[in-house]
């Protein structure tokens, strides 16, 4: 028995995906700019897809930038994004973001340092959500040095959604561009690209059942990202290399999947199967904590810190009994630091080491829920007394 309570690492590639790719690399395995007849099968394959993603997004078709992923996505936006800013108007020289980023989008931060930038971080609360006052203070005394804001939508570790609107709009107010990371978000829940107050929105295929290795940078019409990828003319030139078609084709299956997903209005019910895991585990234990369980999550994502344990150990005891779980980011798994996201709402550094993620997927059932509870209160119990 394996249950996968570990999602937001990356999701099993739905049937339909694999049927995909695999016939792009059996047959439709020309290069898209090709002129010829094998070229135009594949650059159809590529077209369809782009569809597909824009109809999941929410944005018109020629919005979207194919990437390797979500990490690549973030750091065209962020690069990109600040980089074209600042060649139009060099006194706008700050990018801002909160804390508990994402690698992809921190290193990016540090990137526009070194070509000249100023980085802000802003604070968030105990309930992850980004401290709003002081990003308009910091708008109404520097608003006209600032470039760019990202925050991600809703957050890799604890799933806390930012009221991205309000952020959005704040800095529209201010000229300053914004990107949301909407790695997590994409393909688990609803997105109108055309109705949102931001200019770039990233995503990623393999968090909903796509490929890896494959993404999209969604950039507003008129809005400028200076490319990374150069030598190419591909993706309106504003992202050089041969597309990945199969990637890019399963990438399109996975949309549409969840897009028929997303209307059968499961999220509710997904949500009652989150609370649901959460009750039954604070009912079973004492010193139970949901980290970010003040403010909106998602409903795939269950933060719960143990008191006394460790992180470390338990997700090694947890995937031996056969429930996957993580201690913090994929990315930083590897990792005996405490959780800098977690770090960054003001928990401990211990409550920080004992907190372990658990994330669905839309097919995740409430009989895997029940039977992960018992393991994972089995697991702690033994932890505490050893
Ligand atoms: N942003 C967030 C919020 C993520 O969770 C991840 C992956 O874990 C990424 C970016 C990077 O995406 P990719 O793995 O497609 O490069």
Do not use: Y
């Amino acid at each position: 028995m394996s249950i996968n309570l570990d999602n937001n690492a990356t999701t099993r590639p739905a049937p339909e995906v694999i049927d995909a790719m695999t016939e792009c690399l059996s047959e439709d395995w020309g290069n898209p700019s090709s002129a010829h007849r094998r070229g135009l099968s594949a650059r159809r394959r590529v077209d369809l897809a782009r569809d597909s993603v824009a109809k999941l997004v929410g944005c018109r078709a020629n919005e979207i930038v194919f990437t390797s992923g979500g990490t690549e996505a973030g750091n065209l936006a962020v690069v990109g994004g600040f980089d074209r800013v600042r060649q139009s108007d060099p006194r706008r020289r700050i990018v801002i973001g909160p804390g508990t980023e994402h690698p992809a989008i921190g290193d990016a931060f540090a990137e526009c340092v070194r070509l000249g930038g100023e980085h802000v971080t802003l604070p968030v609360g105990n309930d992850g959500l980004l401290d709003i006052d002081v990003l308009e203070e910091l708008l109404r005394a520097r608003g006209d040095e600032c470039a760019l804001l990202s925050v991600m939508w809703a957050n890799n570790e604890t799933g806390v959604i930012q009221p991205l609107d309000r952020i959005g709009r704040l800095c529209r107010d201010h000229g300053v561009l914004v990107h949301t990371d909407a790695v997590q978000w994409v393909g688990r829940m609803p997105c109108d690209f055309a109705s949102l107050p931001v200019d770039l929105l990233s995503c990623s295929a393999h968090k909903f059942h796509g490929p890896k290795g494959v993404g999209a940078l969604v950039v507003r019409s008129g809005v400028q990202v200076r490319p990374r990828a150069l030598g190419g003319a591909q993706e309106r030139e504003r992202r050089g290399g041969t597309e990945n078609v199969p990637a890019i084709a399963g990438f399109g299956v996975a949309c549409e999947l969840a897009d028929s997903w997303l209307s059968a209005d499961r999220l509710e019910s997904m949500s009652r199967l989150r609370d649901g895991f959460e009750r039954l585990i604070l009912d079973s234990l004492p010193g139970v904590v949901v980290n970010g369980g003040g403010a909106p999550r998602l409903w795939n994502t269950s933060n719960l810190g143990f008191e006394s344990t460790r992180a470390q150990f338990l997700v090694v005891v947890l995937s031996e009994r056969g429930v996957a779980a993580s201690g913090g980011s994929a990315c930083a798994s590897g990792s005996i630091e405490p959780s800098g996201v977690l770090l960054g709402m003001g928990l401990d550094p211990e409550t920080a080491s004992s907190s372990l993620r658990f994330s669905m997927a839309r097919d995740t059932t409430d009989e895997e829920l029940e039977r992960a509870v018992e393991i994972i209160v089995d697991a702690v119990r033994a932890a505490r007394e050893s």
